[in-house]
């Protein structure tokens, strides 16, 4: 099953998939996607804050920091990891439970990576925001840096995150039930 949604102009068939028994999701999927992962990018930067660099989570909106970043002029971006790495050394971590991934997770930031946010106007990024822990994490991620929180972005926000006014989006997901009717 499919939905086909509008995003900011750009319209997209997203693969309904099952996240529990009653409700499924439209996968927004950047990997592979130049024009949507473009697009989207420049249509947040028109809506963002003055910002200093980008912190996102691990993996699927990378290419939306990394886009996001090239067409601001900025050489860098942060990625808070899903696993630690022995390049990060010392490390500081972040608890949050995904729609998306089963069982909790954590988010790693490295040393040098912490070091590049503390002080800085953090502009925090995500593909699509559901229950808001991934944001949360990156919170508190940035918040341990020192780091100012100028704002939160998303290409789009679904279920109970849905007219959040502290996130910046382009558009809403629904939820669907097993039928793939909006729920």
Do not use: W
């Not at 090239?70 to 630690?84: F, H, I, L, P, T």
Request: charged share 25%; aromatic share 6%.
């Amino acid at each position: 099953m499919e939905y086909t949604i509008d995003i900011a102009g750009l319209k997209r068939d997203l693969t309904l998939f099952p996240v529990s028994e009653d409700t499924m999701i439209g996968a927004l999927i950047l990997f592979g996607d130049v024009e949507l992962t473009t697009y989207c990018a420049a249509e947040l930067l028109k809506r963002a804050p003055e910002f200093d660099i980008i912190l996102t989570a691990e993996a699927k909106s990378i290419p939306l920091a990394y886009e996001m970043a090239r067409e601001s002029g900025m050489n860098d971006y942060v990625v808070a990891r899903k696993s630690q790495k022995v390049y990060m050394g010392d490390i500081v971590q972040a608890k949050l439970q995904s729609i998306t991934t089963k069982g909790e997770q954590k988010l790693y930031l490295g040393k040098s990576d912490f070091k590049k946010l503390a002080n800085r106007r953090v502009l925090i990024v995500d593909d699509v925001v559901s229950t808001g822990e991934s944001l949360r994490a990156l919170e508190n991620l940035a918040d341990a840096a020192h780091a100012n929180i100028v704002g939160k972005m998303a290409i789009l926000e679904e279920g109970d995150s849905q007219n959040r006014a502290d996130v910046i989006t382009l558009g809403e997901l629904p939820l669907f039930d097993h039928n793939g009717q909006p729920k």
